[in-house]
């Protein structure tokens, strides 16, 4: 083992903590959660959305995201929220 596969590891971590700055800058004002190692986040939407009609509103305008309703188990409690990709 040369090194070889943790230089990688350990740049592409670098690189997903670029992002998720990078992502949280452009999403100030709203309530992220998300870890810094993470390769998405989840944003909680304002009042006045819902996570599927935001979704599809995102994707009629070549954004692709998917809404909390996609890995809800328990349909009774899903939070308004969608979750972005950051790689």
């Known amino acids: 083992a040369d090194g070889t596969a943790e230089r990688i590891a350990q740049n592409n971590l670098r690189e997903l903590k670029e992002r998720h700055q990078l992502a949280l800058d ?3 004002g709203f309530t992220v959660r ?3 190692a993470s390769p998405f986040m989840w944003v909680m ?4 959305w819902d996570a599927e009609s935001f979704a599809a509103s995102a994707k009629a305008n070549g954004v692709s995201l998917v809404s909390a309703d996609y890995f809800a188990v328990d349909r009774s409690n899903v939070p308004a929220a969608i979750r972005i990709s950051l790689n």
């Open 45 to 48: 939407l304002p009042g006045h």
């Open 34 to 36: 998300s870890h810094p």
């Open 26 to 28: 452009m999403l100030k």
